[in-house]
């Protein structure tokens, strides 16, 4: 079984500020760890996935996340916030083999604020 | 990059009738296509697993014959909510793998509210 652990329902940060959004999860199986973002009334897009080899992954818009196996953790990450990062954040894992079922943390809601 | 696309994108229904809402693949065929449900300010929760001409897998807890799934060709899904009630009202999302993309890259649709009133 697998699970995600999103800590922060809701993180505000200043505009041109680190953005940190952090997310745990647990799996029996070397994990495939997704971030996800969802605009209001829209579907989700996809900001990065980790598969195998380097553990820093780089998406789009400027998010990275590292996965570290030691502490199960994938946290996204941006240097900078821009106003229009403001959106809801999943994070996600599929098992290696589990036919790409995922199953998503709760979210975490980011507003930026000037 | 890979579009998946959902129709209606939203929709009102009496309660006691039936709701199908479609998704496609736009650019790659799926042979394999995922339905969720996301209830307000909550996750995403998999209903079930749709399979290219043959019968979906339901999660857990999912009731099959009442939401009915058909993956008749492989860029085509439809979930079909029958006998909605009140408590049917969501937003459904779908979600669909590109195989020419490897395992691991799942493109989602736009969703589907659908209201039962």
């Known amino acids: 079984a697998q699970s995600v652990t999103q800590l922060g329902s809701h993180v505000s940060v200043s505009e041109g500020a680190l953005v940190l959004l952090r997310c745990n999860y647990s799996s029996s199986v070397p994990p495939y760890l997704f971030w996800y973002v969802q605009y209001p009334n829209q579907g989700l897009q996809l900001l990065l996935k980790y598969t195998t080899g380097a553990t820093l992954v780089k998406g789009i818009n400027g998010f990275e996340a590292e996965f570290k196996k030691s502490e199960t953790s994938f946290h996204l990450t941006k240097p900078s916030a821009h106003m229009s990062d403001a959106a809801e954040y999943f994070c996600?894992?599929?098992?290696?083999?589990?036919?790409?079922?995922?199953?998503f943390g709760t979210g975490t809601q980011l507003k930026v604020e000037l | 990059g890979a579009v998946v696309s959902q129709h209606p994108s939203r929709v009102i229904c009496k309660s006691g009738t039936s709701v199908k809402i479609e998704c496609r693949s736009l650019?790659?065929?799926?042979?394999?296509m995922f339905w969720y449900r996301q209830f307000p300010k909550q996750s995403l929760m998999l209903m079930a697993t749709s399979n290219e001409g043959s019968k979906a897998t339901y999660e857990q807890g999912v009731e099959k014959d009442k939401f009915l799934i058909n993956h008749a060709s492989l860029t085509l899904s439809t979930l079909t909510v029958t006998s909605a009630h009140p408590e049917d009202s969501s937003f459904y999302i779908c979600s669909a793998r590109d195989p020419g993309t490897g395992h691991d890259t799942i493109y989602f649709g736009e969703g589907s509210w659908l209201t039962v009133v």
């Open positions: 996600a894992v599929s098992e290696t083999g589990g036919g790409n079922k995922l199953t």
């Open positions: 650019d790659f065929q799926a042979t394999t």
